[in-house]
Each structure stands twice: as structure tokens, then as C-alpha cells.
């Protein structure tokens, strides 16, 4: 049996969202997930909120789902002694991943709390993505795409140097698959009057992009928004296949999962990066 327990965000979402389908359809029937993530939630709030649920016991701010059980409300203790967890992931949220000075002191106060509660269990860094290469906070931040991710990659390495930890590396398989899907903005169309409904052409994205918001809008209007970060279809694939390979140590060629809006070239040139990041960063994890 494998045993992961998540402490991450909506970046940890999208690589679970496919993972126990791809387990599943890779005949590994041993795989336990539990999930204590929050949308945005950075390494200093996942801290903070142990702190308080020390001062206030009835808190209990995760919605806690493990494999196969109920999920229900739980604090981070109590996520970590509900299994005996082989491996215990951790990620910054994606705004902060590329400063290294947020990281700290939270990764090494959730990682003394992993040893207490959680002693066998080995920490993971989960490497998230660059931003999508138009998206407007890469304007605000002064970087590029490229430039996002060296900045968080080397933010990662260093986490897991002071962990003594492997890497998941999905922000790399990112990359090699922006490598080989080049994909480029739609210079034609009209971002600041767009039709209602229509949308740029953003098929070789990894990033759910540029989307129409239905039905109870705020003005009742339908509308145009920009998601720059979170995985679309193939890059919750992408994500999942990298923790696919790390975690059970089967290359993801030979999972004949495909999620759909993923064409068949498509679903080759995402494993072979995610087969190549695993690699690249040691391949499978190794438990105690």
C-alpha cells in the first residue's frame, strides 16, 4: 500500500484530479489519498491555522477526504494521525511560489509538526507551474513565463535540500510540454470587446485560460475572465501522470487512462514530459 496525505492548495487539486483514475487503470489497487488542501492557501496560513486550532479546538478548517472513508471536518493534526501516511506533500501557493524567502519559517514548522504526528511519513515538495505565458500577473510580477519558473524551481530544490526530500515535478513537465505544444496567444482576438461566448483559440494550453462565467453572475451578464493559473483537462493530466510515476514507480506510457479533451498526439507528448520530468528529478519516491 501507498499512503499520501496532501497539505496544498487548488494547484494540489488539479495533479489529484485524475490520479486515482490513472491508479486504477495502472492495476494499483493500494493507493490511499487523503486531502487536506485550500484554495490559496499558502504555506504561512496552513501554519497559522494550526496555531489557531490550538487556541480554538472546536476549528476544524479541512474538509478532510481520504480514500474510501466520509470526507469530514479535521485540523492538520488530525489529518496526520488518521493514517499511517507514507509520504506527506507540501507546495507554496502558486502567487509566492518563486519567492524562496516566503517558504520560511512555515515549511520547517509543518515539517516538525509531519515528525510528531507523523514520524514514519516523508515529506514531499510538490513543484507547481509558471503562469500561463499571457497571463496579466506575470505583467504585475516583472517576470516572464520562463523567468516564473527557474525563479520557483530554484525556490523548490532549495525547500527540499533543507527537507532532505524529492521533488514532484510537475512545474518541469510543464515546461517540456509548453516546449513541444508551443503554444502562442491569440493576437486576434479582441480581449477588451470580446463577443459573448466566444473565446481565443487556446487549444495547445495547459491553463484553463481565458473562460465565459454563466448563469448567477454578478451583474446577470455573462463574463469574460482569465484563469492564468490552474491546470485545464491536460494539464490535470500532466500533473497526475508526474505523481503517477513518482509515487508508484510505473511509467505512465503504459496507462491507458486519457482524460477527456486530450487527443491521442496530445496524451504522447504529455507523457513523454511527464515521464521525462520524473526522470530528470530521480524518479520514483522512495519511502523509509
Not at 501554519?47 to 472513508?69: A, E, F, H, K, S
Not at 487549444?203 to 454563466?214: A, C, D, E, F, R
Amino acid at each position: 500500500m501507498t499512503s499520501i496525505l496532501t497539505i496544498g492548495n487548488s494547484l494540489t487539486d488539479n495533479a489529484l484530479l485524475y490520479l486515482e483514475q490513472l491508479a486504477h487503470a495502472g492495476g494499483v489497487s493500494d493507493l490511499v489519498v487523503g486531502k487536506a488542501n485550500l484554495g490559496g492557501c499558502s504555506l504561512e496560513k496552513h501554519w497559522n491555522l494550526v496555531q489557531q486550532c490550538d487556541l480554538l479546538p472546536q476549528v476544524r478548517p479541512y474538509d478532510l477526504y481520504i480514500t474510501g472513508r466520509e470526507t469530514r471536518a479535521a485540523t492538520l493534526r488530525e489529518a496526520l494521525v488518521m493514517h499511517d501516511w507514507d509520504y506527506v506533500t507540501l507546495q507554496q501557493v502558486s502567487d509566492l511560489s518563486w519567492r524562496k524567502e516566503t517558504y520560511y519559517p512555515y515549511l520547517m514548522n509543518l515539517y516538525e509538526l509531519i515528525k510528531e504526528f507523523a514520524p514514519r511519513a516523508r515529506p514531499v515538495m510538490h513543484q507547481t507551474w509558471a503562469y500561463r505565458c499571457d497571463a496579466p500577473l506575470l505583467q504585475e510580477f516583472g517576470l516572464s513565463q520562463e523567468e516564473m519558473f527557474a525563479m520557483l524551481k530554484e525556490a523548490c530544490e532549495e525547500a527540499a535540500r533543507d527537507l532532505s526530500c524529492q521533488i514532484l515535478p510537475c512545474g518541469a513537465a510543464f515546461a517540456k510540454a509548453w516546449a513541444a505544444l508551443r503554444f502562442v496567444p491569440d493576437l486576434i482576438f479582441n480581449l477588451d470587446q470580446p463577443e459573448p461566448l466566444n473565446l481565443p483559440e487556446q487549444n495547445k494550453s495547459l491553463i484553463v485560460g481565458y473562460y465565459w462565467q454563466t448563469g448567477n453572475t454578478k451583474t446577470g451578464r455573462a463574463e469574460f475572465h482569465m484563469d492564468e493559473r490552474h491546470g485545464n483537462a491536460k494539464g490535470c493530466y500532466l500533473a497526475g501522470a508526474v505523481w503517477y510515476e513518482m509515487f508508484t514507480g510505473r511509467e505512465i506510457a503504459r496507462n491507458p487512462f486519457c482524460p477527456d479533451g486530450v487527443t491521442r498526439e496530445e496524451l504522447g507528448i504529455l507523457r513523454h514530459a511527464a515521464h521525462a520530468a520524473a526522470v530528470e528529478y530521480g524518479g520514483p519516491l522512495r519511502k523509509q
